[in-house]
């Protein structure tokens, strides 16, 4: 995934929020791409540094973000249910989580 084709004004929320869009190469079995918004830009980490993510299989994009129940060393995610046709949907949605629970 290529985070250039995102939508310049949803990743300068993203910027603004000093996270960052951090994409990961699929792997058998998994869905098509992951997209992580972290708190450091660094992908090796970001299974401990992310506020959200967003995923693809195809159509519909699925959401994990923030839910506020724990915040230190890492955050729990839970699936937002809901129809997010771009990532940009699935983006902001993720920043609307990280907005409530900071």
């Known amino acids: 995934m290529d985070v250039s084709r995102i939508d310049r004004r949803v990743r ?3 910027e603004r929020r000093g996270l960052f ?12 791409h992951f997209l992580f918004v972290c708190t450091d830009p660094d992908p090796n ?16 994009h699925v959401v994990y973000a923030m839910d506020g129940r724990q915040r230190r060393p890492a955050v729990s ?8 046709p771009t990532w ?4 902001m949605t993720v920043l609307d989580a990280f907005d409530r629970w900071q």
């Open 77 to 84: 995610l839970s699936q937002i249910r809901g129809y997010f």
């Open 88 to 91: 940009e949907d699935g983006i």
């Open 45 to 60: 980490d970001c299974g401990f540094t992310r506020v959200g993510q967003v995923s693809t299989t195809g159509g519909n």
């Open 12 to 14: 300068r929320e993203v």
């Open 21 to 32: 869009l951090v994409p990961l190469a699929p792997e058998p079995g998994m869905p098509d």
